[in-house]
């Protein structure tokens, strides 16, 4: 197998050939791994410069991709503290400060400096790979770990809705089948009609499922204990970046107060914040065949949703639940601040 | 002698319970003496002494007035096992006096003891007579008990060879209750491999679309061939909209009243009515009726029913025939562009408004609106099946009206753009809920979330008593293929066994319910109101129409 570049990367993220976050996570990391295993770098601030690299040229060419840089981000982290923890004691001096408390800010007055990561350390390369290697465990794990989360969220006789494919609320929901038994309904998600995909992956695990359009998602609400759905990006406020159609679902479950749950593992815990990026999808995607329109007519479709924090009850991650009022405090854990190139 | 002595006692209760108990001793006293005219008993003081006794064993036992003889006999009588075979009132009166007739006993005892010698010879024959009477009741009352079963089985199976479908899915019910279905499962029945009628979780109230049309022969007399046309078309939804189908409805019923001949000695009104029900029934079972359509034939029939019964029957056709004609004109095509104009003065010079699939009214407004000068643009939700948006961004274009098209997924995105949101409604419930096109509803949220007004149109003749909270108690069931072979792409037919799978189903619904509370105005031709204003207008126009039913 042909070593991973940064170009080949990111011609594949541009011509969306990744089945999910998931696959573009481990792809990532793979390319991450490879920069530090054979890139020829002697000092821990020329690595970190290498990686931030790699975030800084697809937040250029496609910044709505957030899970590569927050790999990125996640393994600059990870050299940061090996390196620390190497030098023993003397935490890595940053032009900024190391904040015991670190704060989470868009435009940390650090600037662009990267923490000061001078000495050389022999082992630094060793212990970097290792620490990237846990990581990528982890990774592997994240679904097993949410799914098993499944039984304590739903209880017997339940109606759920979802929305669109993924895979992790597939995991979930499984999972919770083989002790419960309840109801499933699926938005189709237009216009991918993802959710069509999801009604039958459920249906086939035996799970009682209808499909939905997603215009019928408010009538049904008022009949649904819980709506839980995955997400593409959980912003740094809390809320969150998915495909169309969440945010009328999350209204909906707001008007009709039913608690709306994200299963997310923490790859996708993002520092940008709003709804900065929509990047708009063909327009004949929503238009039937052999339909003639005027010219005239303004015709194109969004490809993400915004969902505003309050409408959220709550993040299932790998470990524990999350509160959107609490997303900050795990960025913080999760990344680096000074790290962050805007 | 019986019988009279029943009719004493009860007599001797009504006049006065426990009041005059000397003119019931001397009651009692003359019953006694017909009754025991073969008796040797006839000692005046056991006779006073025991009257008390005698009257309450007569109340209680009408059956039995030769209960004086002797207390063993008396004893006995009021006692449970021995009371089965009587009456049920018997029992009811013995039980309260008991515990009083036997410390009378006790206290009388002594002296009743000397009857037992005299009355032996006579109690024997009342003992038979006691025992032939129990046996009778025994008999009536078996025979009784015998009837009341018959009666409940020759009822049971006519139940069950009328619902046997329904039946089935409740013992299903019972199963997966057991199992522990859905709390909400009241509602749920799930599709039973065997049963062809698949019923779908929560909306097993509603019938899925009709594929067939109803069998009627192509000259039959009871369904006119214009209202036959009219069914299939409403069927497969080359007639679609509530305004369409009620103009629809109305004109193939002024046909059947053209063709309508009364027969001798009828009247025409009521034979009208009836000729009338069966082609409204076959409307029905093409395609549920809307809202709009039910109040105007309930208008229709309340017009044939106050048709004069001597009025010739080419005046009340005559009569009949102007009757709609107004109805559509007053009601449809004046009152559109009545509601137009008044929309239309909402508008600013601008706004942006966003509005929901094809509707006539709001392309009415945006016309009036592009003529008072105001130049809107508009923003058209369509969700993808059915795509009836296209239609109207396309009348809409030919107005020279800038046009935006987007998915109903994606309003949130436009909404901060967006000033206004325009719908027009299928129809409008008494507490003020708008029942709409499946979708208006996430409208009406977006709006409510980006604090836009949310203005509706709607004709008053749309009104209904009825009165709805939510969508899935009154809606309608689309065509499902439709959503399972909408998707383009590697999507579509994905699901096209789910008939056939047993824990899927697809739903697609027609209508949806929009609550009060997110409604800002409702436009009517009257004028612009509040939803708080239904009940009034139902009330003042339409009273004698809708409170029929």
Redesign the interface.
Known sequence: MAPPTKQDFINKLRLEKFESEQSKAEESLALLEHIVANASWQTGSELLTLLRNVDIEVSAKLPWETTPRNMVQRALKIVVDEYSSCVGGVSAMNTSGHHTFPQVTMDPTGGVELPKCDQALPDLRDRVLEALAEYRAELEQSDELIAVQGESKIH????ILTFDWCGLVLAFLTRAAKKR???VIVA???????G??M??S??RV???????????????M??VNKVIIGTRTVLSNGGIKTD??A??LA??AK?YCVPLYVCTPTYKFSRISGEEV?HCGSGS?????N?P??S???????KF??VPPENVTSFITNNRGIAPSYVYRHLSELYDPAAYHV | MERKARKQAKKAKKKGGDGNEESKQQQTGKGKTEDKEGQEESSKPKKTVKVDKTEKDMKKETNKPNKTVKVDKVKPAPTPSTSVPNKKEEKKKKTPKEPVQEKQQQTQGSEVGGDEADGATGGKSKAELKRERREKQEAQRLAKMAAKTKAVEEKQPKKKVESQADKKSSTVDKKKKGSGDAGKSGKEKSGDKKSTKRRIPLLGHLTPPALQAPHAPVNSEIIHPAVRTLGIKMKDRVIDGSTARVISTLVALKKLINDYQTPESCDLSRDLAEKLAPNVEYLNACRPQAVAMDNAIRFLKHKVNSIAPNMPEGQAKDELRTAIEDYIKENITLASSAIASHAAYLMQPNDVILTFGYSGLVCEMVEAACKNGNIVNVVVADSPQPPSGLAMVQRLASFQVPTYYRLITDITNVMDKVTKVVVEAEAVMMNGAIQGLCGTTSLALAAATYHKPFIVLCHTYKFCNNDLTDSIVVNELGDADKVVWGPKGSNAGLLAGWQETRNLNVVSLVYDVTPASLVTVLVTEQSVLPTSAVPVIIRRNYADVLGQD
């Open positions: 017997n006789d339940e109606v038994h309840f109801h189709e998600g237009a216009p991918t009609y993802q069509h995909r009604a039958e459920l249906s035996g799970i009682q499922t209808t499909l939905i359009q997603d215009c019928a998602v408010f009538p049904m008022s009949r169309l159609g945010a009328a209204s909906a008007f929509n995607a929503i238009i039937p065949i339909t329109l005027p005239s007519v303004n015709v194109a479709v969004s949703d915004y």
